[in-house]
């Protein structure tokens, strides 16, 4: 069901991944650190709570899953807003006319060269701002228009998901 529906909308949501107690000192050792960046290199016993979503079973079952064994996390954990404001242009898209982070799945064969994963650290509900994407927008063959792609009108078709604290979303990368 999971790979069904990665395969029509281009996301996943994996419910209450992270306990209470997981996220709870992912928040600490934020608030504690002071700074938003470089988690893996933070401090023992601060980097420990990202060390565990990097490798996180659930995570990692996931993309052997759906890359199939040998897939890597290719960057380290990071929050969403360093790079990203809810007024930010969307990015990703391109496939399959763009090589980079391209998704195929037919013929009992699925290709996917990205897959961006993305821990909910607090709740966040529908239009908060943050992450969002066009769902299906993986399989499209006609380039976005560029109201779309700047935030200026999303004719509907741009999703900011709600999530919960603990919640994993798994996104195709070209989304």
Same mark, same amino acid.
């Given at each position: 069901?999971? %790979?069904?529906?990665?395969?029509?909308?281009?996301? #996943?949501?994996?419910?209450?991944?992270?306990?209470?107690? %997981?996220?709870?000192?992912? =928040?600490?050792?934020?608030?504690?650190? !002071?700074? +938003?960046?470089?988690?893996? %290199?933070?401090?023992?016993?601060? =980097?420990?709570?990202?060390?565990? #979503?990097?490798?996180?079973?659930?995570?990692? !079952?996931?993309?052997?899953? #759906?890359?199939?064994?040998?897939?890597?996390?290719?960057?380290? /954990? +990071? #929050?969403?807003?360093?790079?990203?404001?809810?007024?930010? /242009?969307?990015?990703?898209?391109?496939? /399959? +006319?763009?090589? /980079?982070?391209?998704?195929?799945?037919? =013929? =009992?064969?699925?290709?996917?060269?990205?897959?961006?994963?993305?821990?909910? @650290?607090?709740?966040?509900?529908?239009?908060?701002?943050?992450?969002? @994407?066009?769902?299906?927008?993986?399989?499209?063959?006609?380039?976005?228009?560029?109201?779309?792609?700047? !935030?200026?009108?999303?004719?509907?078709?741009? @999703?900011?998901? %709600?999530?919960?604290?603990?919640?994993?979303?798994?996104?195709?990368?070209?989304?």
């Amino acid at each position: 069901e999971d %790979e069904f529906c990665l395969d029509v909308a281009g996301y #996943l949501i994996i419910r209450a991944v992270l306990t209470p107690s %997981e996220v709870a000192a992912c =928040n600490e050792a934020i608030d504690r650190v !002071g700074r +938003r960046e470089g988690m893996l %290199e933070w401090e023992s016993p601060w =980097n420990n709570p990202f060390v565990k #979503l990097h490798e996180h079973p659930i995570l990692t !079952g996931y993309l052997d899953q #759906l890359c199939y064994d040998g897939c890597r996390l290719d960057r380290p /954990p +990071r #929050l969403l807003d360093e790079q990203a404001t809810p007024s930010a /242009p969307l990015i990703g898209g391109g496939e /399959p +006319r763009s090589w /980079p982070g391209s998704y195929y799945c037919g =013929n =009992n064969t699925r290709f996917i060269l990205g897959v961006h994963a993305v821990w909910a @650290l607090e709740d966040i509900a529908e239009g908060d701002g943050g992450f969002s @994407l066009v769902p299906c927008s993986h399989k499209s063959l006609v380039e976005a228009p560029s109201d779309v792609l700047d !935030g200026s009108d999303d004719m509907g078709l741009t @999703l900011q998901p %709600e999530l919960k604290a603990g919640d994993l979303l798994l996104s195709v990368a070209a989304l």
